[in-house]
């Protein structure tokens, strides 16, 4: 399968393996944070982990959009989705993502119309069909899903859609990364950059953590080979004593990115002066909120939302799994109390999770290495 087969070839992939142990310096220990989620299960998914050397320990970071939601801006969902009149709308994830007051799918057991969408443009279209009642839609996610909310907004806005809102929740991912870079918590050598949001903001934008960290950042695709040469690479930087930012991914990812996209989002929406992510606690404009001119289109100058900080479960260490503090086996709760069936955390909710991809497809290994060991 052309496209597909090119990039799990078994034979390139030891060459790969084998040129990451020719690279790296005797006794020393090698940190790499894969930023994105997608990396996360492609890791996991197709063994990543088992041809790197011990050497060479694989961190996962925050780049999972649903995973970073704080408990609270849950809770203000489902506040809004238990309105009368209101269609809620959002994506299958977040619908069980538990807040402290419950879920979504819990509120529409209780009454609530919830409903699951593939995209902004599917609200957009209920909105349409149901001129009677107001339609609101859950915006998440980094800036890969921002420009689709960006142009569903233009779009409302030019249709005269006025039973249209949007309750913004979308995540900025540079901010999150200088702030685990000022985390005392990790030590990290570089980074595995996002494929998926730098297809949309390009690769200027991680130049700072290469002139002011000194960390080397390689954006990579989602095939298992691009992870393993993205990870390559960034260790021959480190060999050869350079730190740069380079484009593993150039088949898609331009260093300028996506100029309409992000005019798009410009157009629509702001920085918020600061936004809660789950783990990582406040972050200084981190988030994107509605511009003013689309305030007739906006959920929360629309409803009266409660905003109230709801702390995470204290069994749950979603917080320091999406710091690359602990793995997700090391969580006190993982694969016991909290399993995909039924989530206490975030990681294990999310397709894009790091505690669901390593439940699906990591942890036997894991067991087999220990009763090994």
């Given at each position: 399968?052309?496209?597909?087969?090119?990039?799990?070839?078994?034979?390139?992939?030891?060459?790969?393996?084998?040129?990451?142990?020719?690279?790296?310096?005797?006794?020393?220990?090698?940190?790499?944070?894969?930023?994105?989620?997608?990396?996360?299960?492609?890791?996991?998914?197709?063994?990543?982990?088992?041809?790197?050397?011990?050497?060479?320990?694989l961190?996962?970071?925050?780049?999972?959009?649903?995973?970073?939601?704080?408990?609270?801006?849950?809770?203000?969902?489902?506040?809004?989705?238990?309105?009368?009149?209101v269609?809620?709308?959002?994506?299958?994830?977040?619908?069980?993502?538990?807040?402290?007051?419950?879920?979504?799918?819990?509120?529409?057991?209780?009454?609530?119309?919830?409903?699951?969408?593939?995209?902004?443009?599917?609200?957009?279209?209920?909105?349409?069909?149901?001129?009677?009642?107001?339609?609101?839609?859950?915006?998440?996610?980094?800036?890969?899903?921002?420009?689709?909310?960006?142009?569903?907004?233009?779009?409302?806005?030019?249709?005269?859609?006025?039973?249209?809102?949007?309750?913004?929740?979308?995540?900025?991912?540079?901010?999150?990364?200088?702030?685990?870079?000022?985390?005392?918590?990790?030590?990290?050598?570089?980074?595995?950059?996002?494929?998926?949001?730098?297809?949309?903001?390009?690769?200027?934008?991680?130049?700072?953590?290469?002139?002011?960290?000194?960390?080397?950042?390689?954006?990579?695709?989602?095939?298992?080979?691009?992870?393993?040469?993205?990870?390559?690479?960034?260790?021959?930087?480190?060999?050869?004593?350079?730190?740069?930012?380079?484009?593993?991914?150039?088949?898609?990812?331009?260093?300028?990115?996506?100029?309409?996209?992000?005019?798009?989002?410009?157009?629509?929406?702001?920085?918020?002066?600061?936004?809660?992510?789950?783990?990582?606690?406040?972050?200084?404009?981190?988030?994107?909120?509605?511009?003013?001119?689309?305030?007739?289109?906006?959920?929360?100058?629309?409803y009266?939302?409660?905003?109230?900080?709801?702390?995470?479960?204290?069994?749950c260490?979603?917080?320091?799994?999406?710091?690359?503090?602990?793995?997700p086996?090391?969580?006190?709760?993982?694969?016991?109390?909290?399993?995909p069936?039924?989530?206490?955390?975030?990681?294990?909710?999310?397709?894009?999770?790091?505690?669901?991809?390593?439940?699906?497809?990591?942890?036997?290994?894991?067991?087999?290495e220990?009763?090994a060991?």
């Amino acid at each position: 399968m052309r496209y597909v087969d090119e990039y799990r070839s078994g034979k390139i992939a030891l060459d790969l393996s084998q040129r990451i142990e020719s690279v790296l310096e005797p006794g020393r220990k090698y940190k790499l944070m894969e930023v994105c989620g997608g990396h996360t299960h492609t890791i996991y998914k197709h063994g990543i982990e088992n041809l790197l050397p011990p050497a060479v320990d694989l961190i996962h970071g925050p780049g999972c959009p649903v995973c970073v939601i704080p408990m609270g801006r849950i809770d203000d969902a489902i506040a809004i989705a238990e309105r009368p009149n209101v269609i809620f709308t959002t994506f299958g994830d977040m619908m069980r993502v538990p807040g402290g007051n419950g879920s979504l799918l819990e509120a529409k057991a209780r009454g609530a119309d919830v409903r699951m969408v593939y995209s902004p443009l599917d609200a957009l279209r209920i909105a349409r069909e149901n001129p009677e009642r107001e339609t609101v839609f859950f915006a998440i996610g980094f800036e890969t899903t921002t420009p689709s909310t960006a142009l569903t907004l233009l779009r409302a806005r030019s249709e005269g859609i006025r039973n249209f809102f949007v309750f913004a929740n979308h995540v900025t991912i540079i901010p999150a990364i200088r702030a685990i870079l000022g985390s005392p918590d990790l030590r990290l050598d570089g980074f595995i950059g996002p494929g998926h949001v730098s297809t949309v903001i390009g690769t200027v934008p991680y130049r700072f953590i290469a002139e002011s960290y000194g960390k080397p950042l390689v954006v990579a695709g989602f095939e298992p080979l691009d992870v393993l040469q993205a990870a390559y690479m960034v260790l021959l930087q480190l060999a050869e004593g350079r730190c740069e930012v380079e484009n593993q991914y150039t088949r898609v990812v331009r260093e300028a990115g996506n100029p309409r996209a992000l005019e798009a989002i410009a157009e629509t929406m702001e920085l918020r002066t600061t936004f809660e992510w789950r783990g990582l606690g406040f972050i200084s404009q981190s988030a994107l909120a509605l511009r003013v001119e689309f305030a007739d289109w906006d959920a929360e100058r629309r409803y009266d939302v409660p905003g109230v900080r709801v702390a995470d479960p204290k069994a749950c260490q979603c917080g320091e799994v999406l710091k690359g503090v602990i793995k997700p086996w090391e969580c006190k709760v993982f694969g016991t109390a909290c399993t995909p069936e039924r989530p206490i955390g975030t990681c294990m909710v999310s397709s894009e999770g790091a505690c669901a991809a390593y439940y699906n497809y990591g942890r036997f290994t894991r067991r087999l290495e220990t009763v090994a060991t």
